[in-house]
């Protein structure tokens, strides 16, 4: 099942179960460095991922191809008491005018994309919508993490869902792989890391996640001002 239809079948499911972002402080560590301005969160599904970043330091926008997932987002954002600018839109092609905005996070979202040629597009059009050094958190799935180490690169995965099982694929990425497509689209890599809850960071590529800090640091050439 394509990503947008087996979110929409299990918006209020995914709401109840992930209602807290599992970054919460990579994320708020990033709010208290990035200088704040306009912030867009590619994927944001319900919203759990605004709830760690500073509300009154950005102005939060969200966009996800599930519409259903969007109105659990507004949900969560009135609980809350927040009030980010919710797009429907794929990330493969986003409807932003270049260098539009200050920062972005993109979390366990890019993996979705099952084409290398599709995820380096949507990473270069991240790019191509932050402002000059504008950074950016992007997370994935790690292909080396315990779980999946004698997986296919592409996975399936099952939700069950009022008793039926509802399934979905997912790219698994490496490191190297990730910080490749990184640089193919542009990006300068600041750092490549585990997640903080991760129990031998010196070691980090058999982490669950893959997460890339990584700085816009040439504008576009045919940028609107």
């Known amino acids: 099942m394509e990503p947008r239809m087996f979110y929409d079948e299990i918006a209020d499911s995914w709401y109840n179960i992930r209602h807290w972002s599992i970054f919460q402080e990579e994320l708020g560590e990033l709010s208290q460095q990035w200088d704040g301005g306009k912030l867009l969160n590619i994927g944001c599904a319900h919203g759990s991922d605004f709830l760690p970043l500073d509300r009154k330091k950005f102005s939060l926008y969200g966009i996800d ?3 259903e997932l969007l109105k659990k987002a507004k949900d969560f954002s009135s609980k809350f008491n927040f009030n980010p600018n919710l797009i429907a ?3 493969r092609n986003l409807p932003f005018k270049n260098e539009s905005f200050d920062n972005l996070i993109c979390i366990a ?3 979705h994309v099952l084409e290398r ?10 790019r191509r919508i932050l402002k000059k050094d504008g950074e950016a958190l992007i997370t994935v799935w790690n292909k080396r993490q315990k779980e999946f180490m004698l997986e296919n690169k592409i996975i399936e995965k099952k939700w069950n869902y009022k008793g039926r099982d509802l399934k979905r694929k997912y790219y698994l990425y490496t490191y190297r792989e990730l910080e490749k497509d990184l640089n193919e689209a542009g990006f300068k890599i600041l750092e490549t890391f585990p997640e903080k809850t991760y129990k ?3 070691i980090k590529e058999f982490s669950e996640n893959i997460l890339a800090l990584v700085k816009k640091t040439h504008p576009n050439s045919d940028a609107i001002k």
Not at 118 to 123: F, H, K, N, P, S
């Open 89 to 91: 839109g794929d990330m």
């Open 109 to 111: 979202s890019l993996h």
């Open 200 to 202: 031998v960071p010196v």
């Open 65 to 67: 191809v599930s519409t």
């Open 117 to 126: 040629k599709e995820r380096v597009g949507a990473l270069e059009e991240m």
